[in-house]
């Protein structure tokens, strides 16, 4: 089934900028130019808030992993963090020094990277709400901050037309990705971690391998790519132009499966719910619009499942078979007529088989950690027991 427009909210009077779910799906938060947060329910005839307090538009929006909490940041420099209640009360972040633009929890809500004009990336703990420290290399002004899924990452996009990566721990850049022809929009990480997707005003949607600092796809629109959000199987990837379109890419087969028309003008933000059933967007028509996504439940209901941690003996959690994604992507083919079609085939298949050859060993490193871990476990209980036996017998 395609995928289809489920709900319609109005109440912004502006052009939308940004649209993120609750973890629970009851709720889901927009910003907007006009200088608000609204926080919509997804439950019928439930009224909407709307929360005032930024001075200027308000750039973006996101709820924390519990949902307690939603980060908003905006054109007046600071960033706010907001309870999504009646009374909507919030705090203020106050470290950049020009238009915030982005905003992103950590997966584990203990931390929140924010991206600015003032051109660097700066990191917050969200409990004591105090500023830690910058990345600045970027040379003009940063669109778009992430973490990777483990906190230990960080992807930055700018409009110095540059993609970069940095080690959290060290505060390092490790990687600039430069193959952008103009400003990038947003950035974000595959759910498996290994890869990440950019989108420019190019017209493109890269996505690259951070492992191997490699082009794995190359998608060329003929519209700005204002925004993308990954499924949370990590198969399909949708996007938002500013020809009014969103649109929703198959990785797996490395082509474009459903343009969708539903807003009046570009198409500003989109975001999957975090069970991939339903997505957002937003556009400069100030409108925010709810889809089901309608995919068949089986193509990723497997995949999430066996992303779904085993635990193992000891009760602590293991993801033992990550989806690699870095394995199942095909290339997307390039034109290019000069080159013999049945060595590209056979150039494509070799790497695949690399591709794939490295994610079994991945796979198997994990595995033998995991039971590394549970052997020093075992013995350490063997240990004990040992001297529980020893004080039995002394007791005796």
Not at 206 to 216: A, T
Request: charged share 20%.
């Amino acid at each position: 089934e395609d995928p289809s427009l489920e709900r319609h909210f109005k109440g912004h009077r502006d052009a939308v900028t940004s649209v993120d779910f609750s973890l629970n799906k009851k709720q889901l938060a927009s910003g907007s130019m006009d200088s608000c947060l609204m926080i919509w329910s997804m439950r019928p005839q439930m009224r909407a808030y709307r929360f005032v307090g930024h001075k200027d538009a308000v750039m973006c929006v996101q709820f924390s992993p519990s949902g307690h909490l939603v980060a908003s940041g905006s054109r007046d420099k600071t960033v706010r963090l907001w309870v999504p209640s009646v009374k909507g009360e919030s705090t203020v972040f106050k470290a950049h020094t020009a238009t915030v633009r982005s905003v992103h929890f950590s997966s584990d809500g203990q931390s929140l990277v924010t991206a600015s004009d003032d051109k660097t990336v700066k990191v917050w703990t969200v409990h004591r709400q105090k500023f830690l420290f910058s990345l600045s290399q970027h040379i003009n002004w940063v669109r778009c901050a992430r973490f990777s899924p483990d906190g230990r990452l960080i992807v930055s996009a700018s409009d110095d037309k540059t993609v970069k990566l940095w080690d959290k721990t060290s505060r390092e850049c490790i990687h600039s990705f430069c193959e952008h022809g103009g400003f990038v929009n947003h950035v974000d990480f595959h759910p498996s971690g290994t890869c990440i997707a950019a989108a420019g005003t190019d017209n493109t949607v890269k996505v690259w391998d951070v492992r191997m600092n490699r082009l794995l796809q190359h998608y060329q629109g003929n519209a700005v790519v204002n925004s993308l959000s990954f499924h949370p199987s990590g198969n399909y990837l949708v996007t938002a132009s500013n020809d009014s379109t969103l649109k929703i890419l198959d990785l797996l087969e490395g082509r474009l499966l459903y343009t969708l028309h539903g807003h009046q003008g570009p198409a500003t933000c989109v975001a999957f719910s975090r069970a991939g059933d339903l997505f957002a967007s937003g556009g400069s028509d100030e409108q925010v619009m709810v889809w089901k996504t309608n995919f068949d439940a089986a193509d990723y209901g497997d995949v999430l499942k066996t992303q779904k941690s085993g635990t193992s003996v000891d009760g602590t959690h293991h993801t033992l078979v990550e989806m690699d994604c870095g394995v199942h992507l095909k290339k997307t083919k390039t034109q290019d007529s000069g080159r013999n079609h049945m060595q590209q085939e056979e150039e494509t298949n070799l790497a695949n088989t690399l591709e794939h050859i490295m994610g079994q060993l991945d796979v198997l490193t994990q595995t033998v950690s995991i039971l590394e871990q549970r052997l020093t476990l075992t013995e350490d209980k063997l240990k004990e027991c040992l001297e529980n036996q020893q004080k039995i017998i002394q007791n005796k």
